[in-house]
């Protein structure tokens, strides 16, 4: 387990996550398929060729989901109970098949529920390629651990096996 508990979240800290990931045109293609998106902007080359950009662009879900993925281990591996929203999504940049991205997470706001056994983290998650272009953005809440509670809990479970 690598992810933070409540108490260890700093408002104001930004994590910078060591992966990277270069996105493939498989990737794009696997995640329109699994997701039965099938705009033609993301895989009908000639479609996009006579688009703004040129050229397909990688589906902006994939990317945030990508994000998510790459800032997790620092974030709330084994450590959250429930991601609670994702708010305010912004893609000021296309991706394209080859680029590679990475990660950062700001600690924008945290408080502690009323029965003060778990806490809510919400962080900025910003996503840029290999030029440091912007290329998503978005606010992800979470419901945290606090160490005190997970601790006990871990002890229960043993003591119950």
Do not use: W
Not at 19 to 25: L, P, Q
Not at 76 to 84: E, H, P, R
Not at 137 to 146: D, H, I, P, Q, V
């Amino acid at each position: 387990m690598t992810g933070l508990y409540y108490e260890e979240f700093e408002v104001g800290r930004t994590i910078e996550h060591e992966k990277r990931r270069t996105v493939s045109e498989s990737d794009n293609q696997r995640f329109c398929d699994m997701t039965m998106n099938q705009q033609p902007l993301h895989l009908d080359a000639e479609f996009a060729a006579d688009s703004q950009f040129g050229e397909r662009l990688v589906n902006g879900l994939y990317t945030m989901s990508l994000a998510v993925g790459l800032s997790v281990p620092d974030t709330t591996d084994g450590t959250i109970v429930a991601n609670l929203g994702y708010d305010d999504v912004s893609h000021p940049n296309p991706v394209f098949h080859g680029d590679t991205l990475r990660a950062q997470t700001t600690v924008l706001d945290k408080r502690e529920t009323s029965d003060g056994e778990r806490g809510v983290v919400t962080m900025k998650v910003e996503v840029f390629n290999q030029d440091d272009d912007p290329v998503c953005e978005f606010e992800r809440t979470a419901l945290s651990l606090k160490r005190e509670f997970a601790d006990a809990a871990a002890d229960t479970d043993a003591d119950d096996a």
